[in-house]
């Protein structure tokens, strides 16, 4: 069982930057490759980045390329996403998950944090 916590999301103008928290907590967390996924209202969730457990794999959604980065901290069991150059259509609730592989289901999901990109 993994427990996922998220922080960071707010406000932010156009071309702003934030980085957003997740705390993962549970017996076998950092041997779980961490994803942020994101849904805006009246869409589907999305995937927007994920890693490995070691760290050394990170992959992105091609709309965030660039722009975002994600990283962890393992030692924290802390998975971060670094958003760069934020646009309106970043606007979204932001989630955090946990799976076996980055390639694999996502099993645990935190409740999610807002992002709001507005002038």
């Known amino acids: 069982q993994v427990q996922l916590v998220e922080s960071g999301g707010g406000w932010v103008q156009p071309g702003g930057s934030l980085r957003l928290s997740c705390a993962a907590s549970?017996?076998?967390?950092?041997?779980?490759?961490l994803g942020w996924f994101r849904q805006a209202p009246e869409k589907e969730r999305e995937f927007v980045a994920t890693?490995?457990?070691?760290?050394?794999?990170?992959y992105y959604a091609d709309s965030v390329k660039g722009r975002f980065t994600i990283s962890r901290d393992n030692a924290k069991n802390t998975v971060y996403l670094e958003m760069n150059s934020l646009k309106p259509e970043d606007t979204a609730l932001y989630y955090c998950?946990?799976?076996?592989?980055?390639?694999?289901?996502?099993?645990?999901w935190g409740q999610g944090t807002q992002v709001t990109v507005s002038p």
């Open positions: 998950a946990a799976a076996r592989a980055t390639n694999a289901n996502y099993d645990y």
């Open positions: 549970g017996r076998t967390a950092s041997s779980y490759a």
């Open positions: 890693v490995s457990y070691t760290g050394s794999s990170k």
